[in-house]
């Protein structure tokens, strides 16, 4: 008897590669996704607002560790890669004290 195959729709990594940035600290806002599957593997590549004023470098390493362990144990794929571009988010605005 032949075994059937699972295949994984780039638009499922998308969502789980998405949604695990969300996870580590200093990600703030919307977060977007976008994935490669082959039958071997996936790739990533992630849009990243990261809260000011948490370091940018450190964020994007955690968020990167992350996603390539959290694409493995959803996906059953391991993740080649994963590319983030950084995307600023401002601080919020001081509010006006009234007197």
Known sequence: MERGVTTVAPRAVRRIAAR???????V????TAEATVDSEATTVDVR??????????ATAQRVRAHLL?????LTGLPTRRVDITIALSQPAEPRRRVR
């Open 48 to 57: 990243l607002p990261v809260a000011y004023p948490a370091p940018i470098e």
């Open 69 to 73: 362990g959290r694409t493995a144990e």
């Open 28 to 31: 703030a806002g919307d977060v």
């Open 20 to 26: 695990a940035a969300r996870e580590v600290d200093g």
